[in-house]
Every structure is written in structure tokens, then in C-alpha cells.
């Protein structure tokens, strides 16, 4: 490195505090062969706005005053996150935690979402502080063999997510069309959604933004349309938000209620989508205030993906809970279900509850190709065009969906044990997203001072153990079920151990990463907290 560079890196460094290892001009061409987010042309610029003279000329080692323009700037990527939450299967567990466990299971909601909110701020502190989302990282941080698995792991849960989302789709088709379109048909309208997605991208990442925001509006006002209608109880339904209430027959309803709201696909989406900000990362200021905003735009996210949920669980809870359609209700019914029982409005209910689902549907499965895109591209380092990479992501999810559509299209039962079989899909990936995240947040070689304390870091793994813990609980419940026979029980123990010992292999990792980026890593070009 010239020694020129190497002063004028000193100085920098002494008078804004910088948070990593800092390239030098030798290594722009790596830079350039290297996979990003997003390109610096497509970024939104926020730097400067609403910023006096005086302001922009400080170093920033400390946060610039709030700004209700820079907020409005920064809000965008925690409501493309939250569509994760609200997405057809999500919508699914709440209307048969509803159904079966009533107003019961509210409190439990309201946590879930909290802990939900905690785990995708780390992923954004990650993609803020570092300037790379967490699959980048990890082709970077892990051997090749464990970055091509955790690849593999991480694509398995999107298709399992997707195929949720498609059918979700799907089957709001058929109600919109009064049964003239089937599920198959259905399918290959939502599959068009890529080419929707592509559309929109080319105007900007603020217009695809705000047609989500369009989407998530829809559902909120259709599902609270709803909530209208129906009339439950307020006092029921403050009472299961405030009061802690679990039985041994919900005991399922809780653990999908949980289990549900960590998406291994949007722990990866959520720290890229932060990166679509221009923050100068190389100043602590500037880092500490992005972070801040998102902080808020994405708490307000998820209160309003809470308030969509608590809509959909007390409908269902005031309509059929202690009934004896309460263990039968699913997707594919719910709707004539309320039609049946609440169909006597200006509306048809059963069209409210269409467009919602419709709305739900499609806005997941465009961020589950958004996902795709990012997930593909961090951890093999594909430097492809974005229609090509958009319709392999989503040929991943259409094909096997096409197939299911077409061999579970007239079979409710049999549609509702291959969801229960893509719940367990992505249940058992669910480590593979939330090690690596606290494995890497914890890192001070990587995220200088914003490395998580000790507080933070106790409370998160804490919660990772609690959601790996409720969904092994599904998992061995499910396979007590459904294993039966010595060869698959062999298959199934043998896969279980090679399992477990992966999991081990991340958790020890962790240490022997610090120590081997801190030998390839020249102490003055680390972050520092001082």
C-alpha cells in the first residue's frame, strides 16, 4: 500500500472512528468482481438531506439530530421484512390458533412478534455495520463445504416458503374467480409475479417499495373489514393479549404461533434490503443514526403485521372456536366457512377474506424472489443479470408448486398434510439463519463498536434456543406421527445426527472465526470501539 494512502488512512481513521477494515485502491478491481446488494446508482442517498452546512462538514463520530425526512427516506426495507410475518402460512396458524386455542394465544402473538423484531434488527445492525448482507458473509466467514451447505439449507426453506405463498395464492384466485380458475391455473398467474417484480425494479427501489406498502394496506383493510363484521369481544380479546393462558390442548397452536414468526429466508432478505441506503459506514455517526431510523420504521412494521395477525386469530377465534369446524378449518376452507357463518353483509365476507389472502400471497411471493436473488448471489457469487437470476429463483418454487397444485387441486386432507410436511422444511433450516447471524454480530473484528453486548448478546441467543427448542418440539412430534418402519427410522435417526453435529460444527465455529480473521487482519485496519 503506498505510504501516502497509508497517512491519509491513519488520519481518517483517528478522526471518524472507522468501523472496518478499510479497501485499499489496489483492491477495486476485487471489489468489482465481487456479488453486492445493491449498486451505488440504485441506492437511496440521504446523506445531506435536511442537514444545514454546518452539519454536514462535522465528522460524524456522533448521531446527526433526527430528521422526519430521513426517516421517511430510510422507511421501507422493515415493511418489505414484515411481509414474512403476514405471509399465507403465517395467516394460516393464526386463523386455526383462532379456531382451536380462541382468544387464548393473543399474549403469546404479541411476544413472538417482539422476539421476531429482535432477530431482524441484528440482521440489520449486520448489513449496516459491515456493508454486506449475511450470505456474503458467510462465503466469506465459513469453509466452502459449509457455505455451499448452508446454501443449499437456506434455498430449501425459501422453496418451502414459496410453495406455502403460491398456493396461498392460488387458492385466493379460485375464490376471486368463484371456482372457474383451479389451483393450477392460479399458480401460474402468481408465477407471472416475477416479471411484475423485474417491471418494478427497473423504476426504483422507493416504487417497488411503495407497491408494497399498497399490498400490506390491503390486507390490513380487509382483514379489519373483517374484524368488523365479526364483532369479538374487546374484553376477550384484551384479556388474551395481557394474560398468559397455555393449555395441553393448544399446546401445538402455541408452538406453530412461535415457531412461525423466524423465516430463515428473511433473516437473510432483511440485511440486504438496508444496504438500498447510501450510509457511509466508514463513520460510527452516521451508522448509529441509520440504525436508529430503522429501528423505528421497523418496529412500526411489525406493529402493524401484529395488528393484521390479532385481526385474523380473533375472527376466526369469535366465529368458530368450540365449534366443531374448529379442527378442520384451514386455507383451503376458511373462506366459504365464514361465507357460511358471516355472509349475510353488503360484501360478501368471503371475497374480504379473498383479497386479503390474495394481497398476502403475492406480496410474499415477490420478496421471496427478492430473497432468492440475494441469497443466490451472496453465497455462490453470481454476478448475473437480474431477470436471469429472478427466473431461476423462482423456476426453484414454480415447478414443484405446479406439481402440487396439480395432484393436491380436489384433496383438502391431503393439501393440509403436505403444508404441515413444508412447516417441518423449514423448521429444521431455522438454525442455519440464526447461528451464523449471532455468530457474526458478536464479532468485534467485523462490527467494530457495534458489536452486541453482552445484555443483547445473552437475550438473543436466548430467544434463538427458545425458537430452535419450540421447533424441535414440532419436529419430534411431527416424526412420532409420521415415521414408521426400521429403514425410515434408520434414514430419519442417521439424518438427525449428521444434523445436530452441522449445528454443533456453527455454534464452535464461532470462536475459531475471531481468531482467524484477527491473523489475516492487521490490527490498524479493524474497527475500533475507542
Known amino acids: 500500500m503506498p505510504a501516502k494512502y497509508s497517512q491519509q488512512l491513519r488520519e481518517e481513521e483517528e478522526a471518524t472512528g472507522s468501523l472496518l477494515p478499510t479497501r485499499s485502491p489496489d483492491s477495486e478491481e476485487e471489489k468489482d468482481d465481487t456479488e453486492t446488494a445493491f449498486e451505488s446508482s440504485e441506492k437511496v442517498v ?26 421517511w427516506l430510510f422507511t421501507g426495507p422493515g415493511f418489505l421484512m414484515s411481509i414474512a410475518f403476514l405471509d399465507p402460512g403465517n395467516l394460516e396458524g393464526d386463523l386455526q390458533s383462532g379456531a382451536i386455542a380462541g382468544y387464548s394465544l393473543l399474549w403469546l402473538l404479541m411476544w413472538a412478534t417482539i422476539m421476531g423484531l429482535l432477530i431482524q434488527m441484528l440482521s440489520a445492525r449486520l448489513g449496516v455495520a459491515t456493508g454486506r448482507h449475511l450470505a456474503e458473509l458467510c462465503r466469506e466467514e465459513y469453509p466452502s463445504w459449509a457455505g455451499y451447505l ?5 434455498e430449501l426453506a425459501l422453496i ?14 379460485k375464490i376471486l374467480s368463484n371456482g372457474i380458475l383451479p389451483l393450477w391455473a392460479g399458480v401460474v398467474i402468481t408465477a407471472s409475479d416475477c416479471f411484475i417484480f423485474l417491471f418494478l425494479e427497473n423504476y426504483g ?24 363484521e365479526t364483532k ?20 401445538r397452536q402455541a408452538v406453530g404461533v412461535v415457531g412461525c414468526v423466524i423465516m430463515p429466508h428473511n433473516v437473510y432478505l432483511h440485511s440486504a434490503l438496508v444496504q438500498s441506503r447510501k450510509v457511509e459506514t466508514h463513520k460510527r455517526g452516521r451508522v448509529q443514526e441509520a440504525l436508529n431510523y430503522y429501528t423505528i420504521e421497523s418496529t412500526a412494521a411489525l406493529a ?34 365464514l361465507q357460511e357463518k358471516y355472509g349475510r353483509g353488503k360484501f360478501p365476507i368471503l371475497y374480504i377474506w379473498g383479497i386479503g389472502l390474495l394481497a398476502a400471497g403475492q406480496s410474499s411471493t415477490i420478496t421471496g424472489t427478492y430473497a432468492g436473488q440475494f441469497i443466490m448471489g451472496g453465497f455462490l457469487n453470481l454476478r448475473l443479470k437480474k431477470w436471469l437470476r429472478s427466473l431461476i429463483t423462482r423456476s426453484f418454487a414454480i415447478v414443484p408448486t405446479i406439481i402440487v397444485a396439480l395432484v393436491f387441486d380436489s384433496s383438502e386432507s391431503t393439501l393440509d398434510v403436505l403444508n404441515e410436511w413444508l412447516n417441518v422444511l423449514q ?48 419436529l419430534l412430534d411431527f416424526f412420532s406421527l409420521e415415521v ?5 427410522g434408520s434414514f430419519v435417526c442417521a439424518a438427525t445426527a449428521a444434523y445436530v453435529a452441522f449445528i454443533v460444527y456453527l455454534i464452535s465455529r464461532g470462536s475459531i472465526v475471531s481468531t482467524w480473521f484477527s491473523h489475516i487482519c492487521p490490527k490498524s485496519l479493524m474497527a475500533s470501539g475507542n
Open 46 to 71: 440521504v446523506v445531506g438531506v435536511d442537514e444545514g452546512e454546518s452539519i454536514q462538514n462535522k465528522d460524524f463520530s456522533t448521531v446527526p439530530p433526527f430528521s422526519w425526512k430521513k426517516l
Open 150 to 154: 448452508l446454501w443449499i439449507m437456506t
Open 160 to 173: 418451502g416458503a414459496d410453495i406455502q405463498e403460491v398456493i396461498g395464492s392460488a387458492i385466493a384466485i
Open 205 to 228: 427501489v422507493r416504487k417497488l417499495e411503495a407497491v408494497f406498502a399498497v399490498l400490506i394496506g390491503t390486507m390490513a383493510i380487509s382483514f379489519a373489514w373483517m374484524f368488523g
Open 232 to 251: 369479538p369481544s374487546g374484553k376477550e380479546l384484551l384479556i388474551g393479549v395481557v394474560v398468559p393462558k397455555l393449555s395441553s390442548r393448544t399446546i
Open 304 to 337: 402493524i403485521s401484529f395488528m393484521i395477525n390479532l385481526f385474523v386469530t380473533t375472527v376466526f377465534a369469535k366465529g368458530f372456536y368450540g365449534t366443531d369446524k374448529a379442527d378442520s378449518i384451514g386455507l383451503v376452507n376458511a373462506g366459504q366457512y
Open 427 to 474: 423448521s429444521v433450516q431455522i438454525p442455519f439463519a440464526l447461528i451464523p447471524l449471532l455468530c457474526l454480530v458478536s464479532k468485534e473484528e467485523l462490527m467494530g463498536s457495534f458489536k452486541i453486548g453482552r445484555t443483547l448478546k445473552t437475550s438473543a441467543w436466548l430467544v434463538a434456543a427458545l425458537v430452535i427448542l419450540i421447533n424441535g418440539y414440532l
Open 484 to 488: 414408521n418402519g426400521v429403514l425410515f
